[in-house]
């Protein structure tokens, strides 16, 4: 089974939260703020963090992260960004039964082929920064925190990147999504790209179960820029959920 950290122990009530790519940290300050009142499960994705000698593949990560919250006996709630948002969209999907309700913040499901060609090149000629870690402490992250997360951008193979960027989420693929019947948030901001706004409110619009939001001076950034206003986000979907 994959690797994850657990906090909050005291609850039956569980939060995965599902991080972005090459940055299994992105979370830490939603990961604390509710390990107070829940059961909070941080996965890291096949080729990422402790789980780096596996490619990643969006497939395996579906895989993976089902039979993970199967393992807990109760339905939980899913959260990602940006990588870990397009994940979501496979699980509440195709595992429905396993999920109270899913946040997908700046979902990227709408793409097209010069797009993520374009974004392919980026993380190819951007290889040396993507190895650095150097986001840990733009972001706000503990020495310690920082220490890790460069260890972990050290051991992450290029080829997981590019298959990150390229995993073949695209909201066509699941038609089944406009009949999920659970309570979802899209959510991102007025910087993120075309395409993840378009992403965002497309989901929305195609299932009313899907509330959307789209935040003034956010771009992609908004688990760890915009902290606070996500954990009153997040603690209002959680209130109508519980």
């Known amino acids: ?19 972005g790519m090459n940055f299994v940290h992105c979370f830490n300050k939603q990961a604390a703020y509710f390990a107070k009142e829940y059961q909070v499960v941080v996965p890291h994705l096949p080729g990422f963090g402790r789980n780096s000698n596996d490619v990643f593949s969006a497939e395996l990560a579906e895989k993976e992260l089902a039979e993970l919250a199967e393992s807990f006996g109760r339905p939980v709630t899913i959260i990602g960004f940006s990588l870990g948002a397009q994940l979501c969209l496979p699980l509440i999907c195709d595992h429905t039964e396993l999920f109270t309700g899913a946040v997908m913040i700046s979902p990227w499901l709408l793409k097209d082929n010069a797009e993520i060609e374009k974004l392919m090149k980026l993380q190819s000629d951007n290889e040396k920064n993507m190895r650095t870690g150097s986001l840990g402490l733009s972001v706000g992250l503990s020495k310690e925190e920082r220490q890790e997360h460069r260890e972990f951008c050290k051991s992450v193979s290029m080829k997981s990147i590019l298959a990150a960027v390229d995993n073949g989420i695209v909201l066509e693929k699941y038609p089944q999504y ?3 019947d659970k309570p979802m948030l899209a959510v991102c901001g007025m910087k993120d790209s075309v395409s993840i706004r378009k992403s965002t409110r497309m989901l929305s619009q195609k299932n009313p179960r899907c509330a959307y939001d789209m935040w003034d001076g956010a771009g992609h950034n908004i688990p760890y820029k915009f902290a606070p206003r996500l954990n009153k986000t997040i603690k209002e979907f959680m209130e109508k959920i519980y």
């Open 178 to 180: 406009s009949e999920v």
């Open 1 to 19: 089974m994959m690797y994850y950290e657990k906090y909050g122990e005291n609850s039956d009530r569980i939060i995965m939260f599902l991080h």
